[in-house]
């Protein structure tokens, strides 16, 4: 499980590794621009059922803290999705990741 640290906030944001690693990717590129967006979440197991969102600004320090030593394969499909989502008026809403189908 992956950390996501906001802010000035002691607290991370619990994200599995590979889900996280896809969002690297997408929040740096857009702070990279200088915009400015949100970014959505529902509560992981373990914690109190729900959704959270925070606003994501390129002045606000951002930590990304993965379990796994070694980077994941990345997938396309799923960054271009939630970059697509990023730049919704709704931002950034995580989401699981299609695998495809076995002979695809």
Do not use: C
């Not at 994501?56 to 030593?69: D, G, N, T």
């Amino acid at each position: 499980m992956g950390s996501l640290y906001y802010g000035d906030t002691a607290e991370p944001i619990q994200i599995e590794d590979r889900a996280l690693a896809h969002l690297k990717v997408v929040i740096a590129t857009k702070l990279r621009r200088n915009e400015s967006f949100t970014l959505s979440w529902r509560h992981p197991d373990g914690e109190p059922v729900g959704r959270s969102t925070i606003w994501l600004h390129p002045s606000i320090p951002l930590r990304f803290v993965f379990q796994e030593p070694s980077s994941p394969e990345l997938s396309r499909a799923w960054i271009e999705e939630l970059a697509h989502s990023a730049n919704s008026s709704g931002g950034i809403t995580l989401v699981e990741e299609h695998l495809a189908e076995a002979g695809e």
